[in-house]
């Protein structure tokens, strides 16, 4: 079984910085590229980033590159996504999401397991 817990998400005020965490379990952890993806009320799930398996390649969604950063430690079966000059269009529920394989891609319906969902709130 697929077990993913994100943590780390909070209220911050535009401009701000937070690091989530996605501890994974159940699982070798460092076999499989892992994601980011976020969600507002009523829109579809938003792919943010996601970090090949050994950590040498990352993928970002436009709105984000340049402010956020995804990284991994295998050893610890943890990634994070680590959120600088953060706006209120980045509020969002944030998931992690373990993919198919070992690179990255930004389709959900690439991913099979996900963790229950942070909140982050980015007022202005």
């Known amino acids: 079984q697929v077990q993913l817990v994100e943590s780390g998400g909070g209220l911050v005020q535009a401009g701000d910085s937070l690091r989530l965490s996605c501890v994974g379990s159940?699982?070798?952890?460092?076999?499989?590229?892992m994601g980011w993806f976020r969600q507002t009320p009523g829109k579809e799930r938003e792919f943010v980033g996601a970090?090949?398996?050994?950590?040498?390649?990352?993928y970002y969604a436009d709105s984000v590159k340049g402010r956020f950063t995804i990284s991994r430690d295998n050893a610890k079966n943890t990634m994070y996504l680590q959120m600088n000059s953060l706006k209120p269009e980045d509020t969002a529920v944030y998931y992690c999401?373990?993919?198919?394989?070992?690179?990255?891609?930004?389709?959900?319906?690439?991913?099979?397991?996900w963790g229950q969902g942070t909140q982050v709130t980015v007022s202005s």
């Open positions: 999401a373990r993919r198919r394989g070992r690179s990255g891609s930004y389709l959900p319906s690439e991913y099979d397991g």
């Open positions: 159940g699982w070798i952890f460092s076999n499989y590229a």
């Open positions: 970090i090949s398996w050994s950590g040498g390649y990352t």
